[in-house]
């Protein structure tokens, strides 16, 4: 099945609607450059969960394993990591 494409604006703010959902800041919805792992609002804990929200809302199969650090270190960066899985899904 193909999906269809997503802009990367688009995802930025569902991104931004599961970070405030699993860190309870809502900050991160709109600031999409905001440190969020240096600012100590999301931990391992909540990566999982994250992964587990993004793998769920936009139907891609993300490994823990595959998630580096600089992937979640604002919002923009999981977005693009996100629209590069979607975009690899649907070639």
């Keep these: 099945m193909t999906r269809a494409p997503q802009s990367l604006d688009e995802v930025l703010a569902t991104v ?13 919805a709109a600031a999409p ?15 999982v969960s994250l ?14 394993a595959e998630i580096e ?8 960066a999981l977005a693009g990591f996100v629209h590069r899985k979607l975009e690899a899904a649907i070639s």
């Design 16 to 28: 931004g609607e599961l970070l405030v959902s699993v860190t309870g800041v809502d900050e991160v």
């Design 33 to 47: 450059d905001l440190k969020i792992r240096e600012l100590g609002i999301l931990d391992s804990l909540g990566i």
């Design 51 to 64: 992964i587990v929200g993004l793998s769920e809302r936009f139907s891609i199969d993300i490994a823990p």
């Design 69 to 76: 650090e600089e992937d979640v270190a604002t919002p923009r």
